[in-house]
């Protein structure tokens, strides 16, 4: 159990790293061109948008869970908090470097960059666009070290927090069982920092990480390098390199906003079938379309501010069908503020 001075270092620390990433957020809106390139007819948008007190409000709500889940030992303090300080401003410095040319990308509407015939004979064709118009897309070193601060840039710091939500249902999961025994999927893994999270709760589980990105695994590998129970495989989440009914759980982060909609319905069959009959399915992905009707204008905007082209589609799309085609049941869903947690289960 946590105390009241791991508390206030909690607090202390999130403030910090809030502020820090708000901060680069700031800059960023400062420094780039008008949202609507020139000659582009605006879009309207007609959900509502939250103020900057309803943002404020529901960050709030996202680290009062979060630490409510730490101190009742759900999981552990994360050890990056605080983060190295050199090493922030490393990182800093390298996004900002690249942050003129992805704001230039986005002002031509250039997103197509990495479609090029050599990696159309290797990758899926949706894989090869420079998605949030990031230098690159998926393929590159450069790619791989910025992604994590592009992304808490994005969400001003809350990112993992929204990621230590999946910890909740994955603890319900392992409740009461050998650790030894059970196997975990990360499907769709990126540069491994779900994987971190929950190796360091569950040293003794044995984890698999898959990407179809040959430098987010590398980036992954380097991550995760003194992680003995963390195997990282290249591959496609459309055919899972794992055999049928092996897996007792199957975590998902961030990845299927990212799909069009017929490869959501493939990937949803695959996880189901690597999972063993009684086990867990749980993903993490953006809010959705009257999951908070104070938000929707903001999920509105989201592809028109970023190259995101299948996110309209996703604000949509029925996952709970999606997943009960697959032959799974969703047992729990819950928000976790730009983001939600939602877990399945395959009847044993």
């Known amino acids: 159990m946590a105390g009241p001075l791991a508390r206030l270092g909690y607090g202390a620390a999130q403030g910090a790293r809030v502020a820090w990433f708000m901060g680069h957020y700031l800059a960023l809106r400062r ?21 900057w007190q309803g943002l404020v409000a529901a960050m709030r709500e996202l680290f009062e869970r979060d630490w409510k889940n730490i101190e009742s030992g759900i999981y552990r303090l994360p050890a990056d908090l605080p983060a190295d300080p050199a090493a922030a401003v490393e990182r800093s410095m390298a996004f900002f470097r690249d942050a003129r040319a992805v704001d230039e990308r986005r002002l031509a509407r250039r997103h197509s960059e990495v479609l090029t015939p050599a990696l159309r004979g290797r990758f899926p064709r949706y894989y090869l666009q420079n998605f949030h118009y990031q230098t690159d897309g998926w393929l590159s070193e450069k790619s791989a070290r910025l992604y994590d601060t592009q992304v808490e840039v994005l969400f001003t710091g809350t990112a993992d927090a929204m ?44 984890m698999t990480g898959i990407d179809l990105s040959p430098p987010y695994i590398a980036e992954a590998r380097t991550r995760l390098a ?10 496609n989440a ?67 501010g970023f190259h995101e082209p299948y996110f309209s589609s996703y604000l949509k799309e029925d996952l709970t069908a999606i997943f009960a085609r697959a032959g799974l049941e969703r047992l729990g869903q819950t928000p976790a503020f730009l983001s939600k947690v939602m877990w399945f289960g395959k009847p044993a």
């Not at 582009?40 to 959900?47: N, T, Y």
């Not at 249902?169 to 999270?197: I, M, N, S, W, Y």
């Open 31 to 51: 420094m780039h061109g008008p949202l609507t390139p020139p000659g582009e007819a605006p879009v309207a948008i007609k959900g509502a948008r939250p103020g």
């Open 163 to 206: 990621r230590r939500q999946a910890l909740v249902p994955l603890a319900e999961a392992l409740q009461g069982r050998d650790q030894r025994k059970l196997h975990l999927l990360d499907v769709a893994c990126g540069t491994g920092r779900f994987l971190e999270t929950v190796s360091g709760n569950y040293p003794r589980l044995n």
């Open 226 to 235: 003194r992680r003995r129970n963390v195997t990282l495989v290249e591959a």
């Open 238 to 304: 459309e055919t899972l390199p794992v055999g049928e009914s092996t897996q007792d759980v199957v975590t998902c982060i961030f990845l299927f906003h990212e799909l069009p909609p017929k490869i959501r319905k493939v990937i949803a069959a695959e996880m189901a079938r690597v999972l063993k009959p009684g086990g867990v399915l749980i993903l993490v992905d953006a809010l959705q379309t009257g999951d908070r009707p104070d938000f929707d204008g903001l999920l509105e905007f989201f592809p028109i």
